[in-house]
T-cell receptor, first 115, second 110 residues
Framework: DAGVIQSPRHEVTEMGQEVTLRCKPI?????LFWYRQTMMRGLELLIY????????DSGMPEDRFSAKMPNASFSTLKIQPSEPRDSAVYFC?????????????FGDGTRLSIL | GQSLEQPSEVTAVEGAIVQINCTYQ??????LSWYQQHDGGAPTFLSY????GLEETGRFSSFLSRSDSYGYLLLQELQMKDSASYFC???????????FGSGTQLTVLP
């Protein structure tokens, strides 16, 4: 079975440019999470969706960040305009339900570098 | 909010046993999970404890004491491939999301 698929795997762009990260969750999973990982801040939740509806976006750092989930099989995280401090690894994860013991399945991440 | 503490680094030799501790402060606690992440890779789920006691999965075991707000991950018969970062994570209150600790970098030496 296919896991969570993220694209692109690597992205290098200049500051000020728009960046769009993409995620395809595991089929049938009803929760989707976007995380950012840096050495300084660790693994932090940005936003999560349940049945395509954003539930909690309190982790989104600024208005420059936006996320959408137009259908059950696709989500995007957009940064516009991008800044060097946005450089990080961005992970998407999905889960079937959000019960305490439900594991989250992570994609391989997008390594973003803003020059 | 939630906070978790775990050691930043642990070193052990191949074949040994290592324990990675995690203490947490939270309200409405629902369980403690453990994830493994190799360098350059994605976090992968290892284990979950919802009740006090020990859960065993092969060479890995995880323990929880809710009264002490404490848990640990025990890795036995260490192998080189176990070198990775290990994260504890809690789900608490009405939150559906996990809050992750800062991770413990395990280095296994030959």
């Amino acid at each position: 079975d296919a896991g969570v698929i993220q694209s692109p795997r690597h992205e290098v762009t200049e500051m000020g440019q728009e960046v769009t990260l993409r995620c395809k969750p595991i089929s049938g999973h009803d929760y989707l999470f976007w995380y950012r990982q840096t050495m300084m801040r660790g693994l932090e939740l940005l936003i999560y969706f349940n049945n395509n509806v954003p539930i909690d976006d309190s982790g989104m750092p600024e208005d420059r960040f936006s996320a959408k989930m137009p259908n059950a099989s696709f989500s995007t995280l957009k940064i516009q305009p991008s800044e060097p401090r946005d450089s990080a690894v961005y992970f998407c994860a999905s889960s079937l339900g959000a019960g305490s013991g439900q594991p989250q399945h992570f994609g391989d991440g997008t390594r973003l570098s803003i020059l | 909010g939630q906070s978790l503490e775990q050691p930043s680094e642990v070193t052990a030799v191949e074949g040994a046993i290592v324990q990675i501790n995690c203490t947490y402060q939270t309200s409405g606690f629902y369980g403690l999970s453990w994830y493994q992440q190799h360098d350059g890779g994605a976090p992968t789920f290892l284990s979950y404890n919802g009740l006090d006691g020990l859960e065993e999965t092969g060479r890995f075991s995880s323990f929880l004491s809710r009264s002490d707000s404490y848990g640990y991950l025990l890795l036995q018969e260490l192998q080189m491939k176990d070198s990775a970062s290990y994260f504890c994570a809690v789900r608490a209150g009405s939150a559906r999301q996990l809050t992750f600790g800062s991770g413990t970098q395990l280095t296994v030496l030959p």
